[in-house]
């Protein structure tokens, strides 16, 4: 990297370029007026060291009160002794190549430099570090916080956020994206703090032969090789660390770019639905027009019987009810026009979420329904069986069917997980989803691959629109095929017309083809 850069020796004097000044004014700037700033920036900018050589000035004056904290995701990032990577061997590195006039009198590193601890001992001025866990930053008070790559801080990122809020009027967030469902992200697109974007583009030797593509996207020598040397490496992130491009940043299972634009034109042109809350006496459901209200009703049921049997179907993600817990979710889908035609979103009791679904049963032409039949799904469908609820099954399809001899509902484990997520993801790319529900695709975008290659939605993220969505799927082809009712005329003395439904049932499950 040094010869690319025509160097030869790694040890010289920190002159910055331009960008790099004017982020000493901004920094400074945000320390002295108490103001947070988030700082989004393409890898290898020299932004951290930026940051703690700001710090590192502050402390050296002469005055106390220059108290300041510095963290990462996790403690061997933050301080190892000779690990020129950590953030504390960054500022030892500056001060072990100062002139000694420039120190403290009397500083003492083997009395006065401890790990994650560094104090003049001239003014009692601190410098101290900590890693992500929910209680960051409550043992003091501080002119400014550092919390460096902060998109990766996956554990009690939200918690340490907030913890920060009584420990420093002035918090400095810095990261390259790293997807949409963390807190860093949240901070950019969601609330008022100042921004500032550092782009390759404004380093000047990565720069050199800045042009653009036909896409408008800025290229260079430097980044061309780049795009090459990283094509074969899926841990080499494009999008992430060079692009500060949050959809193809971290590990998403869809294609975001894709998924962003399918929320953003149903945005800008959302689907009439009507809106309704409940009222439930015993069994009996009445449904009560209401703008805020969690049912969605897109088109009633088809009054005339063009179809017969099967046209309808419902999927169910089942939650416990709980204030602060996840969402139960049901979708009724029209399988003759392949698209969804009501929904529900929202926090109720397994009981009162069966009595809906049987509920939306009766509405949409005695529809089948698939609740999830793991933890408090099994609630609900022992309340639907009470009900005499059509339910899904785990046999092939016949009509007549003993529930308490079968296994109801459908099953997300380790075998079908990743066969209904990865027909969802081919679903959506066909654009044969028939999804209507605009904020299912918001959770799409925090749905990602976990460490351990599972699909999930992000921590501190929901997915249970996106399972629902699944289990859509999984019962459409379960289902046999819709059938058309067919007219027969009839003669015999006089000529009359009567419509009767001919449904014969298929020897296997007749699917959805193509899905």
Known sequence: KLEMYGLSDPRLPFILYDYQKDLVKEVCESIETGQDVLIEKSRDMGITWVVLTVFFWYWLQPVGGNDFLVGSYKFDEVDKKGNIKTLFEKIRYQRDFLRPCFLPAGFNPNEHDKVGNIINNQTGSVIEGEHCTAEFSRSGRYKGIFMDEFAFWEENDEEAWTATTDSSPCRIVVSTPHGLGRKFADLRFNSGIKVITLHWSLHPMKAIGLYTDDTDKKRSIWYDRECERRRDDPQANIGQELDIDYLSSGSPYFDNVAIQNRYKRLCEDPPKAERFEFEISGNDVRLIPNDNGRIFIHEKCDAIKTYVKFRY?????????????????????????????????????????????????????????????NNHGHAVIQKLKSLNARMMFERDFTEYVDYDKVKVGWNTNNHTRPIMFAELRETIKQGADGILDVEFFNECLTFIYNKNGKPEAEEGNYDDRVIAQ???????????APKKAITEIRKNDYDYDYDYYYQPMPERPEGADGV
């Open 313 to 373: 179907c419902i999927s169910a993600d089942v939650a416990e009810g709980l204030e602060k817990g996840d969402y139960s979710v049901f979708y009724v889908y029209d399988r003759v026009q392949n698209k969804d035609v009501a929904w529900f979103h929202g926090r109720i009791d397994t009981d009162v979420l069966a009595v809906l679904l049987m509920h939306f049963s009766k509405l949409y032409d005695d529809a089948y329904i698939a609740p999830e039949n």
């Open 470 to 480: 699944a289990i859509k799927l999984q019962l459409h082809k379960w289902l046999p």
